[in-house]
Nanobody
Framework: QVQLVESGGGLVQPGGSLRLSCAASGSISVINSMGWYRQAPGKERELVALITRDGSTNYGDSVRGRFTISKDNAKNTVYLQMNNLKPEDTAVYYC?????????????????WGQGTLVTVSS
């Protein structure tokens, strides 16, 4: 199986910065993509940033230019550097990875979600 461990959320003042981390472990053969999504109270979950196996990135319109996604292939870890945070960035942030996993000797395509980490931007 595949597990995700997220860290880095917390309380920050407007204009501040935070870095989120998400480490994947388990029977991973290939990581196709790693991404961050967020869900604010009363709103639908939305894409924040995505990075693919070849390093291509995609950002949500509201965070482009302020957030940066990166990854460490050796550690199977994805990071989200969040700068110039705004109150509207307050949400639970979820990591999602798409992997080819070895399950009982068979290759299985899995999409795994992390448990979520709360980011609160407030003065």
């Amino acid at each position: 199986q595949v597990q995700l461990v997220e860290s880095g959320g917390g309380l920050v003042q407007p204009g501040g910065s935070l870095r989120l981390s998400c480490a994947a472990s388990g029977s991973i053969s290939v990581i196709n993509s790693m991404g961050w999504y967020r869900q604010a109270p009363g709103k639908e979950r939305e894409l924040v940033a995505l990075i693919t196996r070849d390093g291509s990135t995609n950002y949500g319109d509201s965070v482009r230019g302020r957030f940066t996604i990166s990854k460490d292939n050796a550690k199977n870890t994805v990071y989200l550097q969040m700068n110039n945070l705004k109150p509207e960035d307050t949400a639970v942030y979820y990591c999602k990875v798409a992997v080819l996993a070895d399950i009982d000797g068979y290759g299985r395509y899995l999409e795994i979600w992390g448990q979520g980490t709360l980011v609160t931007v407030s003065s």
